[in-house]
């Protein structure tokens, strides 16, 4: 994430447990959410990712729930 200029690396978290990345942190895009369950999904030995992320609305400065799929 470091050598990425789109990153949003200080703000993010990652946890690996049992070969699972937890991505854990603040974004202030969405389309970081996906760039990062991308980049964590295609490090080898990876078998899962985790999205614990809060989107930060960054005009009015609050979190905003990620939706669920049902």
Not at 5 to 13: C, K, Q
Not at 17 to 29: A, K, N, P, S
């Amino acid at each position: 994430m470091q050598r990425q200029s789109w990153s949003p690396a200080a703000g993010i978290e990652p946890r690996v447990h049992d070969r699972v990345v937890e991505l854990c942190g603040t974004i202030f895009h969405e389309r970081d959410r996906a760039a990062l369950r991308v980049m964590a999904e295609n490090i080898p030995g990876v078998a899962g990712v985790r999205d614990s992320l809060v989107y930060i609305e960054p005009m009015f400065a609050f979190a905003v729930p990620k939706k669920h799929k049902s």
